[in-house]
């Protein structure tokens, strides 16, 4: 029998261990949002100023009261918001005992997204005991391993390596031991483990008969080629689909470093999650770079939209058109300075075909120096319906060639500035649309601000009609994003099979109007009324509740029970029916309490 002293079979058991605690083994997690009750004091559209209202907070309130303090950034604003709590009761006696020092202070139900955080309140004591911790750690760990150490055996413990491959994991190991103990037990590991010829891979065509046709195409990926199957696949047994030595969305990147740059402006999303296999076959193709299909016909397997926008233009784009197709303009993983992938900003992108010296160019834009202007603000870059691929809803001076109408003369010193401002502008042609607005009680305010109705509206041309910017869902989020995510969330939950036509669909402006109205939160009918909801819902065929001016709400004397007291009009995120409360029971008993089961808070 092979003799060998204490300390080297220490080792050799110890690099046995290592190996089978260290194969790679990744997680997937994502917070699930959760709805509660919380505090504001205020929101700011700079984040200095929000700090400022932080540090003021942090002054005034006891370290009892500062419990999740923090600096939300949600769309364009920053919002200062304190505690997290899942009933009303708790936030109302918090807000009652601050009020005399944040007077500004409101409860809010509020969608809470760990990942808006952008500062976090935290005490002095939790942060001193949370060093102690790191400070401890390491020789704690030193005294229960009780291995012979070099000088390098000072360094974090194994728990804190994030050791992505075997041969960093044999690093780890070798700086914990004697050089010479490390060295002599790897000897023996090796020769235990003796693969037949070719186990690697090569061996795995045998059951697998379907690769070898798999490896006549023309593009196969470098480690089935070489016969390296165990470079993704465990042989024996795995966790993971497909005996996969780690999640497929971390596989990739193991080898495939710097798709994403580092701190891109903009990425695929795919990318991200890394479904790599939603493009790339794993294997072999006859397409480049492994694709699973070839040119535009595989981004409009996901862009149908674009797809079919594309092919029924009358007026095509030609980089879209060409060999290269979307990848002319687009990068398909990342870009590290610009907005949806592009390989360059706009205009730049574009006068790379589009000359903007030559004569013919001035001419087209009315002789308007517009060379260093957004293109895509009148220009459907996919192709489109109108000459020049204008977008199809064209504003009336821009099809009929009158810039002058809103902008100074073209020979002027500053040629494309406009001739009013904000609504002023508009009112010369909308008067009558503008004065009817102005005549209700309450104003959207991006109406009255110096931009106006270019908040909302594209004032050359768009693809959606009235030429809004966007969807309607995506131009409310702009600002209203905590609405528009719960509304989000709501839609994806299965649990919510009765949401509301225009929560599903995001048509905000179905209970809202736009611009202006006499009711609350801008809606189209009394929010606290029966009328806004019975224009879809006939509550009566599905309701034996009393509804109305003659009932009630128990919980408010002053007010009526309407479909607002049980329901939130814009989606609860994961409760049922778009009610306030997880379930009927819950809901019920804030009003019947004789009917509150024993020993239920």
């Known amino acids: 029998m092979r003799k060998i002293n204490f300390s080297l079979s220490i080792t050799v058991f110890f690099t046995f261990s290592v190996f089978s605690l260290f194969l790679p083994i990744y997680s997937y997690s994502s917070q699930t949002p959760q709805s509660v009750y919380t505090i504001q004091t205020g929101s700011f559209t700079d984040l200095a100023s929000a700090e400022k209202e932080f540090d003021s907070i942090t002054n005034l309130l006891d370290e009892k009261e500062l419990d999740y303090l923090r600096i939300e950034k949600i769309g364009k604003f920053y919002s200062v918001r304190l505690g997290k709590f899942e009933n009303r009761a708790a936030v109302a006696e918090l807000l009652k005992s601050i009020k005399s020092k944040l007077p500004t202070a409101v409860i809010m139900d509020v969608n809470f997204i760990e990942e808006r955080i952008a500062k976090l309140y935290k005490s002095p004591s939790s942060v001193s005991k949370r060093e102690t911790g790191i400070k401890t750690a390491p020789s704690q760990m030193k005294q229960e391993i009780k291995l012979p150490v070099t000088e390098k055996a000072d360094k974090k413990p194994l728990a804190d390596k994030k050791a992505k491959s075997l041969e960093e994991q044999i690093g ?110 794993p294997h072999a193709s006859n397409n480049k770079f492994i694709l699973t299909k070839a040119g535009n016909e595989l981004c409009f397997d996901c862009h149908e939209d674009i797809g079919n926008s594309v092919k029924t233009a009358q007026f095509k784009h030609e980089p879209v058109e060409k060999k290269k197709g979307c990848l002319n303009c687009h990068n398909p993983h990342a870009s590290a300075k610009f907005n949806f992938l592009l390989k360059d900003d706009v205009p730049s992108l574009c006068i790379e075909c589009h000359k903007s010296d030559k004569p013919i160019f001035a001419r087209r834009h009315m002789n308007y120096p517009v060379a260093d202007s957004n293109c895509s603000s009148c220009h459907n870059t996919h192709g489109s319906n109108k000459e020049g691929i204008i977008f199809d809803n064209v504003h009336a001076p821009v099809a009929e060639k009158k810039c002058r109408q809103c902008h100074k003369d073209p020979g002027s010193q500053f040629p494309l500035a406009l001739k009013n401002e904000g609504v002023k502008l508009c009112r010369e042609c909308h008067n009558d649309m503008i004065e009817e607005i102005f005549d209700k009680n309450r104003i959207h305010w991006p109406l009255v601000d110096k931009v106006g109705c270019s908040n909302c509206h594209s004032p050359h041309a768009a693809k959606q009609e009235n030429l809004i910017m966007g969807a309607i869902k995506d131009v409310c989020g702009e600002c209203h994003s905590d609405t528009v995510e719960l509304q989000e969330i709501s839609k994806n939950n299965p649990k919510n099979k009765f949401l509301c036509e225009p929560v599903k669909a995001g048509d905000c402006i179905n209970c809202h109007s736009p611009h202006s109205s006499d009711n609350i939160l801008l809606t189209k009918q009394p929010y606290n009324s029966i009328t806004l909801c019975e224009s879809c819902h006939e509550w009566l065929t599905h309701s034996t509740h009393p509804i109305g001016k003659d009932a009630i709400d128990h919980r408010n004397k002053n007010l009526t029970v309407e479909c607002v007291s049980c329901h939130k009009a814009c989606g609860t995120g994961n409760k049922y029916k778009m009610l306030h409360f997880e379930t009927t029971y819950e809901m019920c008993v804030q009003c019947h309490k004789e009917y509150k089961r024993r020993g239920i808070q």
Do not use: M, W
């Not at 195409?217 to 497909?242: D, I, M």
């Open 172 to 281: 780890v190991i070798s700086n914990l031991v004697k050089k010479e103990d490390y060295d002599k037990a790897l000897k023996l590991v090796k020769a235990e483990i003796k693969l037949k010829p070719g186990a690697r891979g090569k061996i795995c065509l045998g059951c697998h008969e379907d690769l070898r046709k798999t490896l006549k195409a023309r593009y196969v990926h470098p480690l089935l080629k070489t016969g390296e199957c165990s470079r993704c696949h465990n042989p024996h047994t795995s966790s993971h689909k497909n005996l996969l030595t780690s999640d497929t969305n971390k596989l990739c990147s193991n080898c495939h470093k710097g798709l994403i740059p580092e701190d891109a402006h903009s990425f695929h999303q795919l990318v991200v999650e890394g479904n790599c296999i939603k493009c790339h076959d």
